[in-house]
Structures are given as C-alpha cells and as structure tokens.
C-alpha cells in the first residue's frame, strides 16, 4: 500500500509542478470557451457518480448537428474527476474552432476499479453520444476519441478495439464493453483516433528513458499484479495487442524529449498501425514534452485536418 500512495504522490507532485508553468497536458489552467452552448456535470452512465459525468461543449457558430470528438484528460489512470481540465484551451478549443463538438468526460480511476473498468465507462460514453445524438445535436455519423497520456492510452484503445466485445489475450478472457449506462442497444464503434503522448505497449515501458514513481507503476496498480508476474493482462491494456487492418484512422503526437511516458510508445504505434494497414500519420516533437510543448498551431491544425479528412472519406 505504501508503494501505490508514494506513485500517486510522485505523479500528481510532478503534475502540479508542471502545471503550475501552464505546460503540462492534460492539466493546464482552465480556458474561456466560445460555444454555443455547453452543459456540465451530464451523467452519461445514468447513476448519481461523479466519476460518470461529463461535460459538454458547442461550437460558436451553430449548426443542424455536428461531429463529435470524445476527449479524455491525462492522470496516469489516478484520477475519476479531472473533465474540466481535459487540455480545454489547446485541443478542445481548436476542435471547437473547426466545428466539432466536444464530450469531455470523467472515468473510474484504477482507484476506483481495475481494468478494463476504465474502456466500459469509454464506451459507455459513445453509446451515450448515440443515445443523445437529438438532444445535443451530434452528429453520429462521425464519432472519434482524442486523450493525453493515460486518455491518450484510452483513445487508442477505444479505436483498435471499435467493434470487439470480447476477446481472449493469452489467459486472459476480456470483456471490452461492459454494461455501464442506459444505451446498451447502442454501437460503441468510432470512426477515428486522436494519441496525445499515450502509453501505448504495457508491456515495454521501459523502451525508453522516463521518471521512476516507485515500487509499483500506475499500470500496475491499474491492473493490480506485476508484469512478470500476469504478462498477459499487460498485453490486454494495450493498444497494439488489439491493432488490425479495420481499425479507424488514428493520428498520433509525442515528445522526443518525454520523460513520463517514452516516445518509442508512439513510434512502435505508429509501425504497428501501418504494418496493419490502418490509415495513420505521426508527429515526433524534436523538443516535445509530456504535454510541455507539444501543442503548437501546427499540432492542433494537423490533428484538426487529419479529423476532417476522416470525415470526407465515409461520404
């Protein structure tokens, strides 16, 4: 016990730290966004938790209905209330400006409940969206995922396994779905993925240099054992366990210089998406970050023209 409550404190240490020089992610200050209209604190599982809420916002300039883009915020999979700031003044602003809505939801934290916990409340919040589509003008036609770092993981993941319910990872039977929410009926498929500086292969986080937080990693306080210990359940909380040639087109961004989570995560993503076939582009910053100089004009543009192509190609 003492081993996960020093990897919480190191991680949310190093979170505030860094958030206090407005850099860091998933958690930077909160931002004034133009919309239309925007709810707070919606329940999209149909209980009375905190960590089934989430906040949503319109564009400005309004519209019959609009694509969607479900983004999650960053904790290392710690935190099961952090919507509000889900990177609102970079990447929910620039979909914002190009006329996407934006769902920015909470989810359970691995202290809450263990995997796959976490992708049944990402799912239910796609099916939520489907649910909802009238209410708040979705455009259901067009539903992607976007996250930073452990949202980023939670992106992707929701991406490569799009349209699988089940699947057996060595000894491992997972249930991907779950039965979180009022919209069972609803399809959990996205049509495309946005990775911000995602873990994205569990079972190789030491690609590459990166901070220490103790005995115990937040994957394995996630899935609650040790990778040499349970292989297989580190190969079902990953990305490329699930990657094949019908997955949705996923865009990809890391820092060279990442220290929290190694940019081999997202260059082994990105070889292993292109070796399936699957429709991918990918920007290694040179002086990236965990977050801290990763969301240039010309990040956002790209992530927002990659988004937009998506959409042309299902018409």
Not at 71 to 90: E, M, P, Q, R, V
Not at 210 to 237: C, F, I, N, T, W
């Amino acid at each position: 016990m003492k081993s996960i409550l020093f990897s919480v404190f190191a991680f949310f240490s190093f979170m505030h730290a860094n958030a206090q020089f407005g850099g860091f992610g998933g958690f930077q200050q909160a931002a004034e966004l133009q919309t239309s209209q925007q709810w707070k604190d919606v329940n999209y599982a149909g209980d009375d938790q905190t960590y089934h809420t989430c906040d949503i916002y319109l564009p400005k300039q309004e519209a019959k209905s609009y694509p969607v883009v479900i983004h999650i915020y960053g904790s290392a999979w710690f935190s099961n209330n952090s919507k509000g700031a889900a990177d609102l003044g970079t990447i929910v602003k620039a979909l914002l400006d190009n006329g996407f809505a934006v769902v920015c939801p909470n989810h359970r934290s691995s202290m809450d409940a263990q995997w796959p916990a976490q992708i049944h409340d990402i799912r239910a919040v796609v099916r939520f969206v489907r649910g909802e589509a009238k209410k708040y003008k979705f455009d259901t036609s067009f539903i992607a995922t976007s996250g930073f770092s452990s949202g980023g993981h939670l992106a992707s993941i929701t991406a490569t396994t799009s349209g699988t319910k089940n699947e057996t990872v060595g000894t491992v039977n997972i249930d991907l779905e779950g039965n979180v929410g009022n919209y069972l009926k609803e399809k959990s498929t996205v049509n495309a993925a946005c990775d911000w500086s995602g873990p994205i292969d569990l079972t190789a986080m030491d690609c590459g240099d990166h901070m220490q937080m103790g005995d115990r990693s937040p994957e394995d306080v996630l899935l609650a054992s040790k990778l040499s210990d349970e292989p297989d359940k580190y190969l079902s909380l990953s990305a490329t366990t699930y990657v094949d040639k019908y997955d949705p087109p996923i865009i990809i961004f890391h820092g060279e210089k990442d220290n929290v989570v190694p940019c081999c995560q997202g260059k082994k993503f990105f070889e292993v998406l292109k070796n399936a076939g699957v429709k991918t582009e990918a920007t290694f910053v040179p002086e990236g970050g965990h977050g801290m100089g990763m969301y240039s004009e010309e990040n956002l543009n790209k992530m927002v023209a990659f988004l937009k192509e998506a959409i042309s190609a299902k018409k």
